[in-house]
């Protein structure tokens, strides 16, 4: 099993900055993909940002030029670097991976941190 442990949410004003960590551990998990996703009431998880093991990076749209996803593969610790908030990012973002554990491949998703930004 892999335990995904997310911290750095929180109440912030428009334009401001917020930093979401999250670390995985538990049983030997080579991880390929790591990111976060979000979601709001009445609305499908979308896709924030992940990183691969190559170091890759996808973004969606909306946050494009504002947020920045990074990782530390020591610490299998993944950041995302939320600048210039709006009303809109406000939703529960969600930490997931995807990776192996032996031969199976896993995917796990975090519990969840509730991002509030006030207009």
């Known amino acids: 099993q892999v335990q995904l442990v997310e911290s750095g949410g929180g109440l912030v004003q428009a334009g401001g900055s917020l930093r979401l960590s999250c670390a995985a551990s538990?049983?030997?998990?080579?991880?390929?993909?790591i990111g976060w996703h979000r979601q709001t009431p009445g609305k499908q998880r979308e896709l924030v940002a992940v990183?691969?093991?190559?170091?890759?990076?996808t973004y969606g749209d909306s946050m494009k030029g504002r947020f920045t996803i990074s990782s530390d593969s020591a610490k299998n610790t993944v950041y995302l670097q939320m600048n210039s908030l709006k009303p809109e990012d406000t939703a529960v973002y969600y930490c997931?991976?995807?990776?192996?554990?032996?031969?199976?491949?896993?995917?796990?998703w975090g519990q969840g941190t509730q991002v509030t930004v006030s207009s």
């Open positions: 990183i691969r093991s190559d170091g890759t990076t």
């Open positions: 538990g049983s030997t998990f080579n991880i390929n993909v």
């Open positions: 997931s991976v995807a990776g192996r554990i032996g031969t199976q491949e896993k995917f796990y």
